[in-house]
């Protein structure tokens, strides 16, 4: 069975704050996604990657950023939190392929509040 | 550009009817389409996903959906609802124009109400 782990369930953070979103998968997969999830909006993407070091904006990367150093980890990072960035924060990830039907294996989440 | 149009937010059935969740796309090519169900406080999980070998798609659970290039819809079912199938489902296209794989695209969601 695919494995993506998120390294907290729940965060509360101060607005300002550098906050560090790490994301595991255990299945050597080539490419990694982050999406922030909002009630009546889906999911948004914000920041992907198909290899190590490597990273394309989504959607939304504005206040993001992200880091893969290594193969199976990719980190979301937000350089100063700020209220609008509360949100539910999911990780994917999948194998790199030239066509449209790979599937993103999920993460459970991660439940981000700034105060 | 791909998009997904879910046209419920809500829906609510009784345990045992069945149930109906709609969706529209747009894309300019011919899309692969999913279907992710999210429990509460849990990942998304893959229902089900099209990619054009035959147009009805068997999923878990019980949940089918047919693509319907002509509508341009992909609408979700089951025969018969059970308390368990609450949860948020999305309608997702497939991003196309990425050369490394899958990039998705979700519909808002729709809650499933399962009424005892």
């Known amino acids: 069975d695919v494995k993506v782990t998120q390294s907290s369930r729940y965060l509360v953070k101060r607005t300002g704050e550098k906050v560090f979103l790490e994301c595991v998968q255990d299945?050597?997969?080539?490419?990694m996604f982050w999406y922030r999830q909002d009630p009546g909006l889906g999911l948004r993407l914000i920041y992907f990657?198909?290899?190590?070091?490597?990273?394309e904006k989504g959607d939304i990367p504005e206040g993001y950023s992200v880091s893969r150093e290594k193969k199976e980890r990719f980190s979301l990072i937000l350089e100063s939190a700020s209220t609008n960035q509360t949100s539910m924060y999911l990780c994917?990830?999948?194998?790199?392929?030239?066509?449209?039907?790979?599937?993103?294996?999920f993460g459970p989440g991660t439940r981000l509040l700034v105060l | 550009a791909q998009s997904v149009t879910q046209l419920d937010s809500h829906v609510s059935v009784s345990e045992g009817t069945p149930v109906l969740l709609r969706c529209n796309y747009s894309?300019?090519?011919?899309?692969?389409l999913f279907w992710y169900v999210q429990h509460p406080n849990k990942g998304l999980q893959l229902l089900l996903k099209y990619t054009s070998a035959a147009t009805l798609v068997k999923g878990i659970n019980g949940f089918e959906a047919e693509f319907k290039k002509s509508e341009t819809s992909f609408h979700l079912t089951k025969p018969s609802a059970h308390m368990s199938d609450a949860a948020e489902y999305f309608c997702v296209v497939s991003d196309g124009t990425w050369e490394y794989g899958n990039k998705l695209v979700f519909g808002a969601g729709t809650i499933l109400r399962v009424k005892s």
């Open positions: 990657s198909y290899d190590v070091k490597m990273k």
């Open positions: 994917a990830s999948s194998f790199s392929t030239s066509g449209t039907q790979e599937t993103q294996y």
């Open positions: 299945m050597d997969h080539e490419n």
């Open positions: 894309s300019s090519y011919s899309p692969s």
